[in-house]
Structure formats: structure tokens, C-alpha cells
């Protein structure tokens, strides 16, 4: 069995989920999110808490067990608390806007290149560069993250580009001038 599998999940305050047959709603406080259940598995509510019991010992289901835990748990905390995504901007004259849900920015190519954020997710940016994705769905959310961050990778170079706000970029030595 999974050790992540086999832990409980609590259910907040002003919380609901709804167990189907093929589908788990979890509806709270900052909006509805649902998932189809994956693998062989049973999901119990009781006493505020969520259990997931594997129905048989096939290694898929074992496999899955840990998994669904993981993703109803990511929907229980995302209507409730949400979650944030953190890039940063690098480079000299790079920059970002929002305008309205669309996200403009302005990182060395001859146009600004726009993302149109979807319904559920909301963006900032900040003055040093930093834009800042919330939304209720994490999987949703960091799908879009690194859209974003594809417009522009970091350079491996000068370390220009769009980047994770926790994420190390390598500079690797540039060309040596061989003295004679």
C-alpha cells in the first residue's frame, strides 16, 4: 500500500464533496472543482475526513492509490486556499503587463507576445518583474506556468528570460581568448 495513499484527508469548514460513481466534486468557498477517479479505488467520507481504500492489490491500483490521494487533496486545499505561481522577468528592457486577463510581454522579440490567462486563473505583475498566477486548480495552474515561462527560457549564457522564482539558472562561461 502507499504510504501517501493510506493518509487521511481532512475536510474544512464550508467544504462539500460529493463521491459519484466515476467523479469526486469538491465545492468550497472559492469556487467547484471535479476529476474522474482513476484505478480501482474506493473513496470513504467520514467523521470530516476522506479515506481511500484500494478494492483490490492489482499493482495498477497500488500504483494509482497514492495519486488520487494526492489529487483530491490538491482539490480539497485549492477551494479553500487556492494556489500561487511565482515567475520573474530577467533581462535589461524586459518587462510585463496585464491588460484586463491578458498577460503582454515584452522580452527582446520584435513584437510583445500576449497570453490570454483562462477562466480561473488571475495574474499580476509586479514593478521588478515578477507575475504572480493564482487559480484553484494546481495542475491547471502550473500547465500555464510553464507556457509562460516557454515564450522565454532562461539563457543559459547571461541568465535573461522568464524563470520560476525558486528556480537556479546554471551561467555557463562564454568564449576564453586564448593569450599569446
Known amino acids: 500500500m502507499s504510504r501517501i495513499g493510506k493518509m487521511p484527508i481532512p ?3 464550508g467544504v462539500t464533496v460529493t463521491i459519484g460513481d466515476n467523479e469526486v466534486k469538491v465545492k468550497g468557498p472559492k469556487g467547484e472543482l471535479s476529476r474522474k477517479r482513476v484505478g480501482n479505488i474506493e473513496i470513504k467520507q467520514e467523521d470530516g475526513v476522506l479515506k481511500l481504500v484500494p478494492r483490490d492489490e492489482e499493482r495498477k491500483t497500488q ?13 480539497v486545499v485549492g ?10 522577468i ?11 486577463s491578458t498577460l503582454v510581454l515584452n522580452v527582446g522579440y520584435s513584437k510583445p507576445k500576449e497570453y ?8 499580476t505583475v509586479s514593478k521588478d518583474g515578477v507575475i504572480e ?12 506556468a510553464a507556457e ?3 515564450i522565454r527560457k532562461p539563457d543559459s549564457y547571461k541568465g535573461k528570460g522568464i524563470r520560476y522564482i525558486d528556480e537556479v539558472v546554471r551561467i ?4 576564453s581568448v586564448a593569450k599569446g
Open 11 to 13: 475536510i474544512p469548514k
Open 63 to 75: 500504483a494509482f492509490h497514492g495519486l488520487l490521494r494526492t489529487l483530491v487533496n490538491n482539490m
Open 79 to 88: 477551494v479553500t486556499d487556492g494556489f500561487v505561481k511565482r515567475l520573474k
Open 90 to 100: 530577467v533581462g535589461v528592457g524586459y518587462r510585463g503587463e496585464m491588460k484586463g
Open 116 to 123: 490570454a490567462l483562462p477562466k480561473g486563473v488571475s495574474g
Open 133 to 144: 498566477l493564482s487559480g484553484i486548480d494546481k495542475e491547471q495552474l502550473g500547465n500555464i
Open 148 to 150: 509562460i515561462r516557454s
Open 172 to 175: 555557463k562561461p562564454g568564449k
